[in-house]
């Protein structure tokens, strides 16, 4: 498997990569393409892609939380076709090398859903299995409908992340919003 990371808007390459994007997040919390844009003129975004046999199969929209050395895992998705293969922990693996080599992260970051539906309690356990911990505070977002918890992944033993999942969705708020500052949109994840 073949993994690319980017970190400007690319619009051919968006194109092939949208499909498994809205596939997964749809209906789902997934950002609109002018936000995307947007996350990428601002420097805030990186666009992780995983190629087998010439195609498109796996894809991650991650940031940077600022004042801190952790890696927002924004959304992370595989092809539905392409799903129960590894593909998504062999994702995770590429995520974690580059995020400490070439993003100088020791962290990683991701918010859950916290109703335990199986699919949820299926994708936590994916969580766990890449090495996150799951926080126990609960986070209510006023412009979505679903609450949320944070996990977080410390790769090195120190770091500056806080460890407590309401100091952790401070980070997380600063992050979509200033996602969503600037753009057309109006509303936000928050």
């Given at each position: 498997m073949e993994f690319q990371t980017i970190n400007q808007w690319d619009e051919k390459l968006w194109k092939q990569v949208s499909p498994i994007y809205h596939q997964a997040f749809d209906g789902?919390?997934?950002?609109?393409?002018?936000?995307?844009?947007?996350?990428?003129?601002?420097?805030?975004?990186?666009?992780?892609?995983?190629?087998?046999?010439?195609?498109?199969?796996?894809m991650a929209l991650t940031g940077k939380l600022e004042g801190t050395q952790a890696l927002?895992?924004?959304?992370?998705?595989?092809?539905?076709?392409?799903?129960?293969?590894?593909?998504?922990?062999?994702?995770?693996?590429?995520?974690?090398?580059?995020s400490m080599t070439?993003?100088?992260?020791?962290?990683?970051?991701?918010?859950?859903?916290?109703?335990?539906?199986?699919?949820?309690?299926?994708?936590?356990h994916f969580w766990k299995k890449c090495g996150f911990t799951l926080t126990d505070y609960i986070?209510?977002?006023?412009?979505?409908?679903?609450?949320?918890r944070a996990m977080f992944l410390n790769m090195v033993p120190d770091t500056n992340l806080p460890e407590k999942g309401e100091e952790l969705f401070?980070?997380?708020?600063?992050?979509?919003?200033?996602?969503y500052q600037g753009s057309e949109v109006g509303g936000n994840k928050n």
């Open positions: 789902k919390g997934a950002k609109p393409e002018k936000i995307i844009r947007n996350m990428f003129q601002k420097q805030l975004c990186f666009l992780h892609i995983g190629v087998e046999e010439g195609q498109i199969v796996a927002l895992i924004d959304y992370l998705a595989v092809h539905h076709k392409w799903q129960h293969r590894g593909i998504g922990m062999k994702m995770m693996k590429y995520i974690q090398e580059w070439k993003g100088n992260m020791k962290s990683l970051v991701i918010e859950v859903e916290s109703e335990e539906t199986p699919e949820t309690l299926s994708r936590n986070h209510d977002y006023k412009w979505v409908p679903e609450s949320y401070k980070l997380i708020e600063k992050f979509h919003k200033a996602s």
